[in-house]
């Protein structure tokens, strides 16, 4: 119902990432920390999808918002 992601880069490319997309007002995302492998909290993003009326659609359009919001980051 939660899926958690986050780009290779730094969490300030995450944190862009997630306020890009929400400024959008066509998605909207939240944030949580995550431990990575070594134990270093790292910015990770939150999106739900599990709502009875989400349906394939809407989550392949939510990638493709992320795929380009994330290409047009520095």
């Known amino acids: 119902n939660l899926v958690c992601f986050r780009l290779k880069a730094m969490d300030a490319a995450n944190r862009a990432l997630m306020e890009r997309l929400n400024a959008s007002g066509r998605m909207y995302l939240s944030h949580t920390t995550l431990a990575d492998p070594t134990g270093e909290s790292r910015f ?18 939510a990638w493709d918002l992320i ?3 994330a290409n047009a980051l520095p």
């Open 67 to 69: 795929q380009q919001a």
């Open 44 to 61: 990770v993003l939150r999106m739900a999808i599990g709502a009875t009326l989400t349906q394939e659609h809407h989550v392949r359009a």
